[in-house]
């Protein structure tokens, strides 16, 4: 629910209203609360398995380019009429939008323009990731976003986010920093995969820990039955050391997973690549 004060010469005048998403005309229509709320969709009434909606667009309000717009972190906004509250209908910045977005955008003081991110829960993507979760918990995703700029200032983790068209697709990271050692990350959304875009940008990242951050070597490693990912380390120089048995959270199973290792050689990152035969 959305509400408003407005103050005169002597009165004040309030008003409140709901955000009219069809989400919500659907559950007032039924008298009852049909989606969950935990992001879980197997936890929504039977009635409407599978259903994709607006939204409840309930966690905060943003006005930006003469818009006042109600947003949530599972769907894209919602405008509304500043001076009536009354529901327009969803916005997704003349197409711009793809997706869903944060419902805590920044706004640039200098520029205005507004920046955001998406969480979202592609299964495709999920599965290969071995310490992922499936639903995504808002709650643990939000706080490992938070978690950034302390893990970045305390030299624990360096996260990249990969821009496409101006696009986020992706995430490439160095964590796990044990030492002289870290952990190389990487995950593409699946419209950008096939095009070397994963390459490119774990090997920006890889000269990031190498020449700036210090590291004398990297770990990596990928699910059995993703060989992609495998074809990206080698082209990075990564050598295959092993394959164990590990527990995948996001499919609650035993994986079979493939290790790698990347040693800093004596000349640098161009060397590395000329060894692996990928362009400086």
Do not use: C
Not at 180 to 202: I, M, N, R, V
Request: proline share 5%; aromatic share 10%; hydrophobic share 40%.
């Amino acid at each position: 629910m959305t509400h408003s004060f407005r103050i005169g010469r002597k009165r004040v005048a309030y008003r409140n209203r709901w955000v009219r998403t069809a989400q919500w005309r659907l559950e007032r229509a039924a008298g009852r609360a049909l989606f969950a709320t935990s992001g879980d969709p197997t936890e929504s009434d039977p009635s409407v398995a599978g259903m994709r909606t607006d939204g409840a667009a309930n966690t905060n309000l943003v006005s930006h380019g003469g818009r006042m717009l109600a947003l949530e972190e599972g769907h894209g906004p919602i405008e509304i009429d500043a001076a009536t509250l009354e529901t327009i209908g969803a916005w997704d910045f003349a197409g711009a939008l793809p997706r869903n977005m944060t419902a805590h955008p920044k706004i640039d003081p200098a520029t205005g323009e507004m920046w955001s991110f998406a969480i979202q829960s592609n299964w495709t993507v999920t599965r290969m990731l071995r310490m992922a979760q499936f639903p995504p918990n808002r709650d643990e995703i939000r706080g490992w976003f938070e978690d950034h700029e302390r893990e970045w200032r305390e030299s624990e983790a360096y996260r990249f986010a990969v821009e496409l068209a101006g696009k986020f697709v992706g995430l490439v990271d160095v964590d796990e920093i044990d030492g002289d050692w870290g952990d190389l990350g990487y995950w593409l959304e699946p419209a950008a995969w096939g095009a070397g875009y994963a390459t490119e940008a774990a090997q920006a990242v890889v000269r990031f820990a190498f020449d700036d951050v210090g590291l004398v070597g990297l770990r990596s490693g990928h699910a059995g039955d993703n060989p992609a990912s495998g074809r990206v380390l080698r082209k990075l120089g990564f050598q295959q050391i092993d394959m164990v048995r590990a527990t995948s959270r996001s499919r609650a199973e035993t994986i079979q997973q493939s290790r790698y290792v990347l040693h800093r050689p004596p000349g640098g990152l161009r060397e590395l690549l000329h060894r692996a035969g990928t362009p400086a």
